[in-house]
């Protein structure tokens, strides 16, 4: 994994290269191992290296043998030896993948990306056509940012180094929050920067003076094969799938660990890369100390039964007064789950022994893994009341149920929410409809909801969560927090091929007689003891509904009610207090909805502050 950075000037002056080489410094926890920067007339690369492949070799930016075409590179290509044997006219000078997808380029053109396995984000610079092209790989995986005005064109891995090449700071982007109170980030291409996009997942953008910017969608998940698949063939079909995923995120000349929960996804993972791994396979687990959410017994079981070198790792409320405005600059967004500050220490503990490791992002989001899916079909059928008679009968019982009902009243707020596409976002939502235009009042809002062309609700309900929560949440947070202590991260059920295969899929073997997650279950009952397979989700919680009214509780009123709040001058200042106080009484429990507000506001401090935290600013402690 790398940073790159980059500009192209469309105004006739010169890139500028040291601010470009600036730039890509700001991304040196992305690549610690080396830099290098390139520069010719309009144009400027810049480059840090996180060495995984081609250890000696492969620097960057890379020029083709013809001269034509200039590139930098983040990610890695699982499959690159098998396409260098299809580019053997080539004259490769490097060993490494980065040449690969260089040489594919000079033969095939930039659609050569199509034959790409793995996670990638590119820019290639056409010298003839002096066209700057930038993809993304089909899942998001990998980070990919860019301003656009008529004198530039600036891009990075991270918003930080567009930060350093833009002569003066954006302000907020006020038509984002709205975004931002849906889930907690913002979908693409939006960040909460004005002026500043993420290019969109499986697309590739073309920018060329004198020229409009063209954006080309090139991957798309398929639609459900119109052959029958027996639950057995299911089967098969996806523990084939899932070993060759694995198999082929292992391709590394660097030791590969994997990080290890006790759930599913990651235990099977786990379990099919003890297999493929030479020598004993190193897993990492976290854990807040809090017995309602400790899941470092069913870790240690997986461990036991597979033969891992197993390390644990222990967060505490302490952690996020210490890391919050850190850790908020890494991820150049407000952190959208408080479990990200344990993924950053369970990161430091695995950077310390490895450096790369596996984790299990999108095991839920292909084959139906959250709860909210085993009621997908009746949410839909009791949504057939108007939506206008649901908001109000929900809005009416929503404010007095009590903490212990917080399942129901996620679903209560789901089914009060007017739209079909609107309900799929609303699972993960912390303010309600009603509660968003209580604290927005005249912010103006715009319209990310995803349109789903399906009547399959589990399946319009996994694309919601492919084409949003997955790539601008899950895999943001798991890229941020792992590039902080320069550890890669690789999910490989996110594997493109794995990935098809899912959604090829019928919705009757992921969710199946009630039971989520079916198919991807029976091929973990293969590897696993069933009191894993069959246990109850519990997910990576932290135990912040104590924190707020215990350690937490002061620094919580000070920052979000009190002067020179942010959060109370964008918002109704009212609104917030009401939420607090609500909280406090310990009747109710709005951590999720503290916790975003609270994220807001750490956002807004460390970058429009006067006092921001540094790039030098530790993140290496040792666990």
């Known amino acids: 994994m790398c940073g790159i950075a980059g500009e192209l000037r469309l105004d006739g002056r010169p890139a500028r290269a040291t601010v470009v080489e600036a730039m890509a410094d700001s991304l040196v926890h992305r690549g610690p191992d080396s830099g290098g920067c390139w520069h010719d ?12 492949i081609d250890l000696d070799g492969s620097a960057q930016p890379m020029i083709s043998t013809d ?29 490494g993948d980065t040449e690969t997808i260089l040489a594919g ?6 659609g050569f990306v199509d034959r790409l396995v793995g996670q990638f984000a590119i820019a290639v610079y056409d010298r003839r056509s002096r066209i700057m092209h930038l993809v993304r790989d089909r899942l998001g995986i990998l980070p990919l940012y860019y301003y656009l005005d008529s004198h530039q064109l600036i891009f990075g891995s991270e918003i930080k180094a567009i930060l350093s090449g833009l002569d003066s700071r954006p302000g907020v982007d006020l038509s984002s ?29 073309e920018v060329a003076v004198g020229r409009e910017l063209s954006d080309h969608c090139y991957w798309q998940p398929p639609a459900p094969t119109s052959v029958g698949w027996s639950a057995g063939a299911a089967v098969e079909a996806v523990d084939a799938a899932v070993g060759d995923a694995v198999r082929s995120a292992l391709v590394a000349d660097v030791p590969v660990g994997a990080y290890l929960s006790g759930g599913v996804d990651s235990s099977l993972i786990v379990a099919k890369a003890a297999r493929f791994h030479p020598g004993r396979l190193k897993t990492f687990a976290a854990s807040f100390g809090d017995p309602r959410y400790d899941e470092l017994d069913y870790a240690r079981q997986v461990s036991e039964h597979v033969g891992t070198d197993h390390h644990e790792v222990r967060v505490d409320a302490a952690d996020f007064e210490e890391l919050w405005p850190t850790l908020t600059w890494h991820r150049d967004a407000p952190m959208s789950e408080p479990a990200d500050f344990a993924v950053f220490r369970l990161a430091q503990a695995a950077r310390a022994e490895v450096k790369v490791v596996l984790s299990g992002e999108g095991g839920d989001e292909l084959f139906g893994g959250y709860p909210k899916y085993r009621v997908a079909r009746a949410m839909a059928t009791a949504s057939i009341v108007p939506g206008g008679v649901r908001r ?8 007095h149920l009590p903490e212990r009902l917080a399942r129901l009243r996620i679903a209560l707020r789901v089914w009060s929410t007017p739209g079909r596409d609107e309900q799929y976002r609303a699972w993960f939502a912390p ?14 809002a715009r319209d ?26 899950l895999l943001e947070r798991g890229d941020r927090m792992s590039m902080a202590t320069s550890l890669e991260l690789r999910p490989p059920l996110l594997d493109h091929r794995l990935t098809e295969l899912a959604f090829r899929l019928p919705s009757s073997v992921k969710v199946r007689s009630g039971q989520t997650k079916w198919v991807l279950k029976e091929v973990a009952r293969r590897y696993l003891p069933a009191q894993i397979v069959d246990r109850r989700k519990i997910g990576f919680r932290v135990p912040l509904d104590a924190w707020f009214r215990t350690s937490l509780r002061d620094t919580m009123f000070d920052r979000l009610s009190g002067p020179g709040s942010f959060v109370g001058e964008v918002f109704d200042r009212s609104a917030v207090r009401r939420l607090l ?16 507000l609270m994220s807001l506001q750490v956002w807004h401090e460390t970058f429009f502050s006067a006092s921001r935290p540094s790039a030098t600013t530790s993140t290496r402690r040792e666990s």
Request: proline share 4%; aromatic share 10%; charged share 25%.
């Open 177 to 205: 929050l709205d975004d931002y109170l849906w889930g907690r980030s913002v979908p693409s291409p939006h960040t909460l920067f004005d002026g500043i996009y993420k290019v969109q997942p499986g697309h590739r953008i």
């Open 41 to 52: 007339g309009s144009v400027a690369l810049g480059h840090r290296r996180l060495s995984i």
């Open 431 to 444: 303010f309600s409809v009603a509660e968003r235009m209580d604290l927005l009042g005249q912010v103006a």
């Open 67 to 95: 001269g034509r075409w200039a590139l930098v590179f983040n990610g890695e290509i699982f499959n690159y030896r098998e396409l260098r044997q299809q580019l053997r006219g080539y004259p490769f000078c490097t060993g």
């Open 105 to 110: 380029i000079v033969k095939h053109g930039v």
């Open 392 to 399: 109000a009968i929900g809005g009416r019982l929503d404010q």
């Open 581 to 596: 106080e609500r909280h406090d009484s310990g009747a109710f429990n709005e951590e999720i909805r503290i916790w975003t």
């Open 448 to 473: 990310t909801t995803q349109k789903s062309h399906t009547r399959d609700p589990i399946r319009a309900m996994l694309l919601s969560d492919l084409h949003v929560w997955l790539p601008d949440n």
